[in-house]
């Protein structure tokens, strides 16, 4: 035990030195010896991972444990940054953030205010309006925002937006185009959701034996998958163990 605690401490120690080196924000100092093995972990995975990576997944879990720390501080950040410039990234990012922290109908304030103008087509202002629309129950605005940026950007490789569209329409009750999205987005969706929504959507139709097939899919593709992916996506992963 006193030499798994050393390590303990010399793994807490080397992050320390990486926190001071790469000017990370200090609170990492406390969090790294008030608790040495479980506080190293968090560091590496949500500072050093990442910047080692590079890779869209680390980087997702890399922002998934910081969001685990401190699940507010992204939005402080960005509603500070609309009282120093309210410009239209500063907007989108604080609509995002909030969305994030379950803040739907004041994200919703801040997306219209951010996809006006000169930026009503850029689109990234115009997915995050759709989120926000959305989260906050508007189905039929967000649908026709999706279809705006689909005719905007034509070329657009966007899986996000390809799944919010898919469920929108399963929000309006159009499920057969609802199927058909869901099975196009999943081909090429990075990690499981897009694929569960879609077994989800079988389920409740009853169509039980394809929804079956699919959550054996998802947990055939996560087997090959590095162990920092299946954390993130435990959530879809645990249901499908329970579904297939």
Known sequence: MPILMGLHILVALGCAVHVIRTQRQMYWIFILFAF??????????????????GSTSARKAGA???KALDPGREARDALVQIEISRTPGNLRRAAAALLATKRADDALVLAREAASGAFAEDAAMMFTLAQALYETGEFGEAL???????TAHPDIRHPEA??????TLEAL???DEALATYASVADYFPGPEARARWAMLLDVQGDT??????W??????????PKFVQRT?????DMARLKA
């Open 36 to 53: 040495p093995a479980l506080g190293s972990i968090v560091y590496l995975l949500a500072e050093v991972l990442p910047s080692a990576a």
């Open 216 to 225: 054996q899919e998802i947990l055939t593709a996560a087997r090959h998958a």
């Open 144 to 150: 026709t925002q999706l279809e705006a940026m689909q």
């Open 209 to 214: 034996v394809s929804a079956r097939a699919r």
């Open 233 to 237: 996506n435990r959530r879809w992963l």
């Open 173 to 175: 009750g159009r499920i």
């Open 64 to 66: 998934a444990a910081r």
């Open 162 to 167: 390809h799944l919010l569209f898919a469920r």
